[in-house]
């Protein structure tokens, strides 16, 4: 899969599983903060998303600080699913 | 306080668990009661040998470990303060959270996951399924007690989350203050189930080893299990009858953060208010403070949050007050734990011994805190101590206990009056969503005079912020609505508002959902965010947050009347003066599985004209004349009369009021040969009789609606005067409005 249709299923997810009805998960930008001031997720949105990552992607998110690093953007999360796939 | 009674993992009675607690034993190790396989934390403080009360089989299948443990505890209660319920006017105020979870988890994930169809062969002749759901709502709890050691002259029963113990003593002592009620039996249980344990799991708010609160090593709490009971009654009456108080209810305070469904508020700003005001409450001040028992659910947001608020409270002070969590010790007991942690408080203040924080090592020294450590110990006295408990959704309340005779009698709150502080309550607003549309004050006035088509889809959504309810389900959504359309476009100062709602059974059908999921897929695969959601509470928890609400704020339960016992538990907190405004009601989803096993049970399935089973919310606001006319709200009506009763309700309908003129009528929600009978008993029956279920649909919110309709029918000139009359199982509510 290339990245930009990983991070599309990304966005997607983050929409679906996040209840963020009426937002076109198209424009989510790539590198916009997912947390506080960006999207306006929170810590139990992260929880929802690392289980709905693992489950419909098939790739875990770590807990803790790495967690932090990877929810930085959808992006990150991408890279962090492109690494994990490729090792 | 006279008497009190404990099951706890550290043993089955006060004198074990107290001993137990002294010694800084820890009951939390691998749990048993159940498969922990893929959990992240396998942990938890278990109840041994919960014992069932004698009977046939048919009947012990209907008791739940948490109606086990709620009877031994709460007779234990009533035995050391030596009361019988038949010899006084006794209320019981039960809180909870898990009820029946525990024994109904395998059927529930059965029912959602087989079709209708093969009931037949998934429910069993012997009617196995409709018996164990008997023992599955929160009421249950309040039935078995009733059943074994009442009758008791009014039942509550009500849950907030993890402060329904404490929610549950402080509804006892606004009943013991309005003179109505001699003596309370007042507590909380719960029991341990797969679904609370894989729920906090997925929220990451576990620790997988026995849970260190206030440590700087400490990564979650742990769960508990247990029941606590308490009993209160003035101190002219313990007096009177030669009762010994072990301790003084001298202070309490509740509200809501409004803040988040799982997350504390950071900065305890409500949580170091309503320390001020129990303390105040109890005409004291932070210098008679001389230990807390902290909510200390170990946490990394909880324990901080909890610290600031004590500083914030407690001033200078805070240096000298020793804080210590049972938690380390008996686990998080859940909805039992505001009430065996209020145990605990009393009894340290009335032993002069502090108990300790067990599995606390290395103090956080962010926390600024003075500790017990480890064991507890004596000390020279303590003259009054503070209690915490915070429930998801922010629902935090906080009991003070003192030395007996320690409160200067001008100052202290128990003082039982010859009724309310206020007579003068009002309803200011209403509002009713369902297949009916979203209904104010004109339409409900108007409703039964047209025909609506019951089968309509219901929308929330189309009246919502959707950003701001994306949290909310839809049980949730449905209650926002009729809340917002209550309380008006207009409404202002909506900061001391509470909100109070009947669920009958709690969300079974996304309960079942979750279990069959986790059961299916592994504990991993729980939803965090769907967890929150599945406590009775939640809805409350969800509106207070939507609409901003920082009142009291909690769910009550009561099988098909749960919508009036809401409003009657809002009249009793308005009219005490605990709060100034409180919109209440009901909301209920239809559920498939409770039509699926227990569709038998109810009234309206024997009706001939029984209507569709419907989505419905209702509210009201019930208010304070004062606080509406300072407002310039539109007064609706006045709540005149409020009666409750648990049985046929034959002795208690002889209390109420005949009406004054001829243009009253009677709001029944269904058509009901019980209610006929009992409102020929009264001078009521020459009335008008009009009944709500044609027009809106069968719900278990009905009753709410049927208060709804009656104030809008009254304040819009239709009638003059109306009685509400609502009856479920065994129990009813009557409420009489008027003119204003």
């Known amino acids: 899969m290339d990245s930009q249709r990983l991070r599309l299923q990304i966005k997607r997810l983050i929409v679906q599983e996040l209840n963020l009805r009426g937002r076109d998960p198209e424009t989510i930008e790539d590198d916009a903060p997912l947390f506080g001031a960006g999207l306006g997720l929170d810590s139990l949105d992260a929880l929802q998303l690392a289980m709905s990552i693992e489950e419909k992607i098939g790739v875990s998110i770590p807990e803790g600080e790495q967690a932090r690093e990877i929810f930085r953007s959808v992006r990150a999360i991408a890279e962090h699913v492109a690494k994990v796939r490729g090792a | ?76 209660a009533m035995l050391s303060a030596r009361l019988d319920a038949r010899e006084a006017r006794v209320g019981l105020v039960v809180g909870g959270t898990t009820a029946g979870m525990f024994e109904t988890e395998k059927l529930l994930a059965r029912l959602h996951a087989e079709p209708a169809s093969r009931d037949k062969r998934a429910l069993g002749s012997a009617g196995g399924a409709f018996v164990a759901m008997l023992s599955h709502p929160l009421t249950a709890t309040g039935d078995r007690l009733e059943e074994q050691l009442g009758p008791f002259s009014r039942v509550r029963v009500l849950s907030s989350a993890c402060s329904s113990g404490a929610n549950a003593v402080v509804v006892g002592a606004i009943w013991l203050l309005s003179g109505e009620i001699d003596a309370v039996v007042v507590g909380g249980s719960d029991g341990l189930c797969r679904l609370t344990l894989s729920g906090f799991n997925a929220l990451g708010a576990l620790d997988p080893e026995p849970c260190r609160p206030f440590d700087r090593r400490r990564r979650g709490a742990s769960l508990g299990e247990g029941a606590g009971f308490l009993v209160i009654e003035s101190a002219e009456r313990a007096l009177a009858r030669g009762s010994q108080p072990v301790a003084e209810l001298a202070g309490w305070a509740m509200g809501s953060e409004a803040h988040h469904i799982t997350n504390p508020a950071p900065d305890g700003s409500m949580v170091a208010a309503l320390i001020e005001r129990a303390i105040a409450r109890a005409g004291l001040s932070a210098a008679d403070i001389d230990y807390v028992n902290a909510h200390g659910t170990a946490t990394p947001l909880n324990d901080p949050m909890e610290a600031a608020a004590l500083a914030q409270a407690l001033g200078d002070e805070i240096r000298r007050v020793p804080v210590s969590s049972s938690k380390g010790q008996i686990g ?83 003082l039982p009056r010859a009724g309310y502080a206020s007579s003068s309550i009002a309803i200011t607003g209403v509002g009713v969503l369902g297949p009916c549309g979203l209904l104010g004050v004109e339409d409900c006035a108007g409703l039964l005079q ?233 001078g009521w029956r020459f009335h008008p009789r009009l009944v709500c279920a044609p027009a809106l649909g069968e719900s278990d919110a009905l009753g709410a609606a049927a208060v709804a309709v009656a104030a809008a029918r009254i304040g819009t000139a239709r009638a003059a005067e109306a009685l509400v009359l609502g009856l479920a199982r065994a129990r009813g509510y009557a409420i009489v409005l008027a003119l204003p």
């Open chain 2, 1 to 76: 306080m006279t008497g009190l009674g404990l099951v706890t993992p550290l043993g089955a009675d006060v004198e074990a668990t107290w001993a137990g607690l002294v010694r800084g034993e820890r009951a939390i190790a691998p749990v048993t009661l159940f498969d922990v396989a893929g959990q992240r934390a396998g942990v938890a403080a278990q109840v041994a040998n919960v014992t069932l009360p004698d009977g046939p089989p048919e009947v012990i299948a209907s008791w739940s470990r948490t109606a086990a443990m709620a009877r031994i505890a709460a007779k234990e």
């Open chain 2, 332 to 414: 998080h007991t859940l909805g039992a734990a505001g009430a065996i942690e209020a145990a605990i408080t009393a009894l340290v203040v009335a032993r002069r011994t502090l108990v300790p924080t067990a599995g606390l090592d290395e103090p956080d020294p962010s926390l600024g805190l003075v500790h017990i450590p480890h064991v507890g110990h004596k000390t020279s006295r303590v003259r009054a101590a503070v209690s915490n408990a915070f429930g998801f959704g922010g629902m935090d309340t906080v009991l003070v206990f003192s030395e007996p005779e320690f409160v200067p009698k001008a100052n202290g709150p128990m």
């Open chain 2, 450 to 682: 047209r025909s609506t088509p019951v089968d309509a889809a219901v929308d929330p959504d189309a009246y919502l912020d959707l950003e701001r309810a994306r949290r909310l389900d839809r049980t949730a959504r449905l209650a926002a609505v009729a809340v917002e359309r209550a309380a008006g476009e207009s409404d202002t100062g909506t900061e001391a508002t509470g909100v109070i709602l009947g669920s009958a059974f709690g969300n079974v059908d996304s309960s079942a959902a979750f279990l069959h999921r986790t059961f299916l897929k592994g504990p991993r695969s729980a939803s965090p965010a769907d967890f929150p959601n599945l406590v009775p509470s939640s809805p409350v928890g969800h509106v207070s947050i939507y609409a901003r609400y920082r009142g009291p704020s909690f769910a009550t339960a009561d099988f098909a009347a749960s919508g009036e016992s809401a409003i009657v538990q809002a009249y009793q907190l308005v009219a005490s003066g605990e709060s100034q405004r409180i919109v209440a009601g009901a909301a209920e989803t239809r559920s498939e599985i409770v039509d699926r096993v227990l569709g038998v049970l109810f009234e309206y399935t024997a009706s001939q004209t029984a209507a569709p089973r419907v989505d419905l919310a209702a509210a009201v606001v019930v208010e304070a004349l004062s606080e509406a006319r300072r407002r310039g709200a539109r007064v609706l009506a006045h709540i005149t009369q409020v009666l409750e009763w648990r049985g046929d309700g034959r002795v208690a309908i002889e209390a109420l009021r005949s009406p004054r003129g001829e243009r009253a009528e009677v709001l029944l929600a269904r058509a009901d040969g019980g209610a006929d009978e009992l409102i020929d008993r009264t």
